[in-house]
């Protein structure tokens, strides 16, 4: 596995300006974590029913983002380390904490397009998902991940 990412992460150098390969790697991860949110998500419909769309989104959105928080921590901004002391512990409440926060834009959009429009539960929570992404992106560079001052 280590192995394709070294590979992906050398083909990105060649291929992207260094500013923007940050922002390539947030994006990749992010893809991952709408196919590790839109999964749950629809196994748990398929399980127990779309009437509780609401209920099984929050738990795919948490699945997502502690998925999102690994990949991003180790790969995206894998050259700024945690603070020492319970560094990772504190990035990882901060990261739920601000993916939490946007994920809220991105739950309201999925149970207002669900309930005043009809919409798929599984389709309006990817157009959820769009809206929350930009906004997950910069709270992350600046706060979460932010680089520490030697």
Not at 8 to 35: C, D, H, N, Q, T
Not at 45 to 69: P, R, T, V
Not at 99 to 119: D, K, P, S
Request: overall charge positive; glycine content about 8%.
């Amino acid at each position: 596995m280590f192995s394709l990412i070294n590979a992906i992460e050398k083909r990105m150098e060649k291929i992207f300006p260094a500013k923007l390969i940050r922002v390539v790697k947030f994006g990749m991860v992010g893809v991952s974590g709408v196919f590790v949110n839109e999964g749950v998500l629809a196994l748990l419909c398929f399980f127990f029913g779309k009437h509780h769309y609401q209920f099984w989104s929050i738990a795919a959105i948490e699945l997502s983002i502690i998925s999102n928080f690994l990949l991003n921590s180790n790969w995206t901004w894998g050259d700024r380390p945690a603070a020492s002391g319970g560094g990772n512990i504190r990035r990882l409440l901060k990261f739920n904490t601000s993916a939490g926060l946007v994920a809220i834009v991105n739950w309201g959009t999925m149970v207002f397009l669900t309930r005043n429009h009809g919409i798929d539960p599984l389709v309006s929570n990817l157009i959820g998902i769009a809206f929350a992404s930009a906004v997950n992106f910069l709270v992350s560079h600046f706060w979460t991940f932010r680089k520490h001052e030697a």
